[in-house]
Each structure stands twice: as C-alpha cells, then as structure tokens.
C-alpha cells in the first residue's frame, strides 16, 4: 500500500522561510517522479515542482522559481520543498504525489516536466500554508 505523507506546514509571515517534507512508504522515491502541487481556495491545482531519481531534473514552476528547491533523500525515501522568500499567494494546501515508476526514463522526464495532476496516482493528504502580509 502505497502512503505519501507530508508535514512541514504552517502560517508564517512574508518574506520567510518553510521545508516541507514527504515521505514515502510502499514507493520508492528514486523510481519515479515525485512531485508537489498546490491548490489555493477557490483555484485549480497547479504544480509546483518535480523531481526524478538521482535529482535529474528538477522541474519547477516560473511562478516559485528561485525561489523554493525540491530535493530528494532517497535514503531515507523522503522529498523536500524548501520554500524561501514566500509570499501572500503562496497560501494553499500543497500537496506530495508520485507517479511514473512503470515508465521509462524518457516517458518520466516527460511526466515529470509536464506537472500534470491528472497525470499523478498516488497523492498525501495535504499540508496548509498560509503566508500572511
């Protein structure tokens, strides 16, 4: 059974800093493309950024780029968003998904730049941010 569960979520002020965590059981991280989304009230979800085995990639969305990292641990089967400089429209649920481990490498790169949420299988239950001004 596959279970991702992320934690790290919280309000903080603008400007600062959060690192968000998922880890994954019944998945290896390093086999697939993991992910985070995010989905504010009242708005699709939207990717923020992927990552695939030994760190290829990342892929990261124009709107937090340079400014939040996504990075793996394959260790310790777990995917790191640190997020920096965050902002009011930062706020929403942010989610960890994984998908891709039957394709290829090709087929994953693929995958994992599209950041397509239809596209992803297995998700956690989401973590809060709320950035305040």
């Known amino acids: 059974q596959v279970q991702l569960v992320e934690s790290g979520g919280g309000s903080v002020q603008a400007g600062g800093s959060l690192r968000l965590s998922c880890a994954a059981s019944g998945y290896t991280v390093s086999s697939a493309c993991m992910a985070w989304f995010r989905q504010a009230l009242g708005k699709e979800r939207e990717g923020v950024a992927g990552?695939?085995?030994?760190?290829?990639?990342?892929y990261v969305a124009g709107s937090v780029k340079g400014r939040f990292t996504i990075s793996q641990v394959a260790a310790k089967n777990t995917v790191y968003l640190q997020m920096n400089s965050l902002e009011p429209e930062d706020t929403a649920l942010y989610y960890c998904a994984a998908a891709g481990s039957l394709l290829n490498v090709r087929g994953r790169r693929t995958l994992c730049s599209r950041l397509n949420p239809s596209e992803f299988g297995y998700w956690g239950q989401g973590t809060q941010v709320t950035v305040s001004s």
């Open positions: 990552i695939m085995s030994g760190g290829e990639g990342p």
